[in-house]
């Protein structure tokens, strides 16, 4: 059983441009969510895919936007990079949508600088 | 409004003492909650939810209720246990969206 990956590591961009993360979830689950965790801070929620259907987002401009694909991998793609999207990128996956059935494991996150 | 508040940015303990890391929530509805933690170099991963009851690592936490608090405790303290901890709520509904905390460093000296 392989846990959850990320790709890339690290990614620096510059400000106006677009990116793309990647987000291989763990065998067996079907439902990703990506967090996004600014330094000092608790991560912070920003959307969840279920079985390829987006199933709830947090309070980010729909510049980010996502995709999962049948394998259930996902991406995270953010358009118009600014200065303030430099923060660590969580993805999580889980067996399932709801809050208590499923624990969530985390990968070990993608860090986007943008200058 | 859906919060998570860690109040100590850092807790510094000395190895056999005990520790209480504290964690207050914000929610209408009924929440579940969740420790976190984050060991150095390595990636979040859970400690304990509160619907378990079970202590992991000698940690326990209790949800009350009445003073919407989730406070993580341990008798005493281990120098493994340093690492990063986040309290963390998850709502009704059926998204498994988690609010996190800021986090508490725990730094046990020897």
Redesign the interface.
């Known amino acids: 059983e392989t846990g ?1 990956t990320q790709s890339p590591t690290h990614l620096i961009k510059t400000r106006g441009q677009q990116v793309t993360l990647r987000c291989s979830s763990q065998s067996g689950h079907n ?1 990703v ?1 990506w ?1 996004q965790q600014a330094l ?6 920003i959307f ?1 895919y279920y079985r390829e259907e987006e ?2 987002r ?1 309070n980010f401009p729909p510049r980010f936007s996502g995709l999962q694909f049948p394998n259930y991998s996902s991406e995270l793609n953010v358009n118009a990079l600014e200065l303030d999207d430099s923060a660590l990128y ?1 993805c999580a996956s ?1 067996l ?5 059935s ?8 993608t860090r986007l600088t943008v200058t | 409004a859906q919060r ?1 508040t ?1 109040p100590e940015k850092l807790l510094s303990v000395f190895k056999g003492a005990p520790v209480e890391l504290k964690c207050n929530y914000s929610y209408s509805g009924s929440p ?1 909650l969740f420790w976190y933690v984050q060991y150095s170099r390595q ?4 400690l304990l939810r509160h ?1 378990s009851r079970e202590s992991i690592k000698g940690f326990t936490a209790d949800l009350n209720k009445g003073e919407t608090s989730f406070h993580l405790k341990k008798p005493f303290a281990q120098e493994e246990d340093s690492a990063m901890y ?1 309290c ?1 709520l ?14 508490t460093t725990l730094q046990v000296k020897p």
């Open positions: 959850v439902t969510s967090y000092g801070q608790g991560p912070q929620f969840q199933n709830g947090g969580l889980s399932g949508r709801r809050r208590s499923y624990e969530q494991y985390f990968g070990p996150g | 998570v860690q579940e990636r979040l991963q859970l619907i986040y963390a998850s709502g009704s509904g059926n998204t498994g969206k988690l609010i996190f905390g800021q986090g």
